[in-house]
């Protein structure tokens, strides 16, 4: 029998630097650290909100993401307003990230929802969307309804 109603709990992410992982997550999403370590060959830290993990970080791997490589296509995080996207494209502005279009993009034509599509430290494609609220933004050309394809 399958599960009646999974959702997701947290997300764990391979990083190259931990510390720099660290402080890019909580500047852009306000994330409180709810626990740290290091193993034999790994760091980690726990990433929350209101005492709820939601990132793990794991200082284990080399390199850049890759996106031709099966696994993650992206990390979406949704708020509640487009108001808040914005709040966050002008952090993401001022620490200088490659975003995928400049702006925030509906996710598809005449659509109400929609955000911002940029990448991590390490390359990580991450996606900041409202439900409501960008129905009258105007579509970025070539934008896909994703924002990465």
Same mark, same amino acid.
């Given at each position: 029998?399958?599960?009646?109603?999974?959702?997701?709990?947290?997300?764990?992410?391979?990083?190259?630097?931990?510390?720099?992982?660290?402080?890019?997550?909580?500047?852009?999403? &306000?994330?409180?650290v709810l !626990? $740290? +370590?290091?193993?034999?060959?790994?760091? /980690?830290?726990?990433?929350?909100?209101?005492?709820? *993990?939601?990132?793990?970080?794991?200082?284990?791997?080399?390199?850049?993401?890759?996106?031709?490589?099966?696994?993650l296509h992206?990390?979406?995080?949704?708020?509640?307003?487009?108001d808040e996207?914005?709040?966050?494209?002008?952090?993401?502005?001022?620490?200088?990230?490659?975003?995928?279009?400049? &702006?925030?993009?509906?996710? !598809? $034509? +005449?659509?109400?929802?929609?955000?911002? /599509?940029?990448?991590?430290?390490?390359?990580?494609? *991450?996606?900041?969307?409202?439900?409501?609220?960008?129905?009258?933004?105007?579509?970025?050309?070539?934008?896909?309804?994703?924002?990465?394809?």
């Amino acid at each position: 029998m399958a599960i009646a109603d999974p959702r997701t709990g947290h997300i764990g992410l391979n990083v190259t630097d931990i510390d720099r992982s660290r402080g890019f997550y909580q500047q852009v999403f &306000g994330f409180e650290v709810l !626990g $740290e +370590g290091q193993g034999d060959d790994r760091r /980690f830290v726990f990433l929350g909100s209101r005492g709820e *993990l939601r990132l793990t970080l794991w200082q284990q791997s080399e390199g850049a993401f890759d996106t031709g490589r099966p696994g993650l296509h992206h990390l979406s995080f949704q708020v509640d307003s487009i108001d808040e996207v914005r709040e966050a494209e002008a952090v993401l502005r001022g620490l200088a990230v490659d975003f995928a279009h400049d &702006g925030v993009v509906p996710h !598809g $034509e +005449g659509a109400d929802s929609g955000g911002i /599509f940029f990448t991590d430290p390490d390359g990580i494609r *991450l996606e900041i969307f409202a439900p409501t609220g960008a129905g009258g933004v105007a579509p970025i050309a070539g934008a896909p309804t994703c924002g990465f394809f």
